[in-house]
T-cell receptor, first 112, second 117 residues
Framework: QKEVEQDPGPLSVPEGAIVSLNCTYS??????FMWYRQYSRKGPELLMY????GNKEDGRFTAQVDKSSKYISLFIRDSQPSDSATYLC????????????FGAGTRLFVKA | GAVVSQHPSRVICKSGTSVKIECRSL??????MFWYRQFPKQSLMLMAT?????????EQGVEKDKFLINHASLTLSTLTVTSAHPEDSSFYIC?????????????FGSGTRLTVV
């Protein structure tokens, strides 16, 4: 079993839809949770980050962490074609020296 | 914000030759840098952790003699793929940690697409 599981998709939605991206994990020591966006042939860029459980909102993006279920989500409201990219969840723990473990990434296509 | 420059962005080399990839932190000092490999439609796989002034720490299954890492200064780490073969063709990405940003301070380079022919 992988430490971090993420459905690779692809996920195709119409413009304006609400997108839900999810990851599950097995290591209960993870404390730091991140979402990265990666455009084709580019390095990932940090989109959202949260510490421990809870929600965090930034514009059209909301990140949720449920540590009891070992489940994290990223919601994108009013999705735009420019949101088309691969979204990778990532997580780390201080006990692991902040070694970051990535999910496989979900490819998202937002159709105009 | 923190910027990491990776060069070259794309390289094609002949089988058996060596290729060097550079990763520079432009506006911060990075005592630790990370090298990842990414196959098409797959996630980032950590290859090694590069520590300034000391030997790199390689992940299980990564050949240290094939993927030479040098972190000679606080702003530069290099990855050399020695005696490259077609199976080494991949997307290589570096990441550097800006300690000023705490646990979130990981910035990625733009990646290097290596094609071995």
């Amino acid at each position: 079993q992988k430490e971090v599981e993420q459905d690779p998709g692809p996920l195709s939605v119409p413009e304006g839809a609400i997108v839900s991206l999810n990851c599950t994990y097995s290591n209960s020591a993870f404390q730091y949770f991140m979402w990265y966006r990666q455009y084709s042939r580019k390095g990932p860029e940090l989109l959202m980050y949260t510490y421990s459980s809870g929600n965090k909102e930034d514009g059209r993006f909301t990140a949720q962490v449920d540590k009891s279920s070992k489940y994290i989500s990223l919601f994108i409201r009013d999705s735009q074609p420019s949101d088309s990219a691969t979204y990778l969840c990532a997580m780390s723990a201080e006990t692991g020296g902040f070694k970051t473990i990535f999910g496989a990434g979900t490819r998202l296509f937002v159709k105009a | 914000g923190a910027v990491v420059s990776q060069h070259p962005s794309r390289v094609i080399c002949k089988s058996g030759t060596s290729v060097k990839i550079e990763c520079r932190s432009l506006d911060f000092q990075a005592t630790t840098m990370f090298w990842y490999r990414q196959f098409p439609k797959q996630s980032l796989m950590l290859m090694a952790t590069s520590n300034e002034g000391s030997k790199a720490t390689y992940e299980q299954g990564v050949e240290k003699d094939k993927f030479l890492i040098n972190h000679a200064s606080l702003t530069l780490s290099t990855l050399t793929v020695t005696s490259a073969h077609p199976e080494d063709s991949s997307f290589y990405i570096c990441s550097a940690r800006d300690l000023r940003q705490g646990a979130w301070g990981y910035t990625f380079g733009s990646g290097t697409r290596l094609t071995v022919v």
